[in-house]
């Protein structure tokens, strides 16, 4: 009997010390290598930074719930290679299509799959698109039609 009351406590005790709401708190976190998104981006400075910068403008419309845009944030955005050419030719922006102004960017870019990824000129016109998930070749290859449709329309 004081067996089984000893077991109990201990398994009480490991309960209660798994249930800490304590968050970890990591020091000196490195910067993420891959693509470097602009944190609370809105579409109108995104574009603006981009003129400033003389790029163009990378958007990942997504949601919290997809996994495909899971997927790429761990497979394809942590990409070293990748995420220096993009970061070098564009501002990157991730937005949430159902949070904030996500809604209406996602109406107005006829957003009806995710991830949907778009390649921007500095007005906001689309030079290439996917709906749906892209890895690394195909992403490549769309970045790279989007800089040769805005160098063409100049």
């Known amino acids: 009997m004081k067996i089984q009351g000893l077991l109990m406590l201990c398994l009480v005790c490991l309960c209660i010390s798994c249930a800490s709401k304590k968050?970890?708190?990591r020091p000196n976190t490195p910067e993420p290598i891959g693509f470097k998104f602009v944190k609370?981006?809105?579409l109108t400075s995104s574009l603006e930074q981009a003129k400033k910068e003389g790029?163009?403008?990378f958007v990942d419309v997504m949601t919290d719930w997809c996994l495909p845009c899971k997927?790429?944030?761990e497979d394809v955005f942590s990409d070293k290679a990748l995420g220096d050419f993009f970061?070098?030719?564009f501002v990157n922006v991730k937005i949430d299509a159902e949070k904030?102004?996500?809604p209406e960017l996602a109406m107005l870019f006829q957003v009806y799959a995710y991830p949907t990824l778009l390649f921007l000129d500095t007005n906001?016109?689309?030079l290439a698109r996917k709906d749906g998930a892209a890895y690394h070749t195909e992403l490549k290859d769309l970045a790279d039609s989007a800089i040769l449709?805005?160098?063409e329309s100049f």
């Open 55 to 57: 790029k163009l403008v």
């Open 40 to 42: 609370n981006a809105n």
């Open 100 to 102: 904030n102004n996500g």
């Open 23 to 25: 968050k970890v708190v």
């Open 71 to 73: 997927l790429m944030d």
């Open 124 to 126: 906001g016109r689309v």
């Open 87 to 89: 970061n070098d030719k």
């Open 149 to 151: 449709a805005s160098t």
